[in-house]
C-alpha cells in the first residue's frame, strides 16, 4: 500500500481490477489530487471588462419559439399562402409506380424552406379538395444517393388550409406554458 501525496479531489476510482485463481484480489486506485502551488502576485493585473451582447435577439428568438409551442391553427376558407399550413395526403411516384407507401394527414408549412421550391409552388394557392402535382428532379449530387440524379413525381391531395395564430405575450400565454 502506498501513501498519497495531496489532498483528494474526487472519489477514488477502482482500476485494474482482478481476481486471480487462488481467489486473492488484485487492483489498483485512481486518484486525482488538489494541486500544490504557490500563488503568485496577482493584483495590478490588468483586466478587460466586456460586455456581453445579444442578449435581446436571443430573448426574443426563445420567446418566439414558445409562442409557436402555444400557436392555434384556425381552418381557412380561402387559398393557402406562404405560411399558412396544410393538411394533405401524398403519393410519391417514380416511373408511374408508388416509390414509397401513401401517406395520409400530413401537415406542412407553405413556403417552408424545408420543403423543395417545386412543392412550395404547388401547394401555393392550393384550396381545400384541391390536387396538385409537383415533379421534383433531385441533382446528381444530392446527399440521399437513393434520390440523387431521380425525378419523383408528388401528387398532393389538400384537405385542409389552416393559419397559424400566435398569441399575444401577456398572462394567458404564461398560464398557458405552466407558469403563474
Known amino acids: 500500500i502506498a501513501e498519497m501525496d495531496g489532498i483528494p479531489a474526487a472519489r477514488p476510482r477502482f482500476v485494474d481490477l ?3 485463481p487462488d481467489k486473492a484480489i488484485q487492483f489498483r486506485i485512481a486518484v486525482e489530487v488538489i494541486p500544490e502551488f504557490e500563488l503568485k502576485n496577482y493584483l495590478g493585473v490588468p483586466l478587460k471588462k466586456e460586455t456581453p451582447s445579444g442578449f435581446d435577439e436571443e430573448f426574443d428568438k426563445r420567446l418566439n419559439a414558445l409562442r409557436e409551442k402555444c400557436a392555434k391553427f384556425q381552418p381557412v376558407a380561402r387559398a393557402a399562402q406562404a405560411g399558412d399550413f396544410v ?3 401524398y ?3 417514380e416511373d408511374g409506380k408508388d416509390a ?3 401517406r395520409q394527414n400530413v401537415m406542412m408549412q407553405v413556403g417552408d424552406n424545408l420543403n423543395v421550391p417545386e412543392v412550395n409552388a404547388a401547394l401555393d394557392g392550393a384550396s381545400a379538395g384541391d390536387e396538385r402535382p409537383a415533379a421534383v428532379t433531385f441533382p446528381a449530387d ?3 444517393k437513393n434520390l440523387a ?3 419523383r413525381e408528388y401528387r398532393f391531395t ?3 388550409v389552416k393559419e397559424r ?3 399575444e405575450v401577456d398572462e394567458q400565454l404564461a398560464q398557458d406554458l405552466g407558469y403563474e
Request: charged share 30%.
Open 87 to 89: 393538411t394533405v395526403d
Open 165 to 167: 395564430l400566435m398569441p
Open 142 to 144: 444530392y446527399p440521399d
Open 18 to 20: 482482478q481476481v486471480k
Open 158 to 160: 389538400v384537405r385542409e
Open 100 to 102: 414509397v407507401p401513401p
Open 91 to 93: 403519393r410519391t411516384m
Open 149 to 151: 440524379g431521380k425525378t
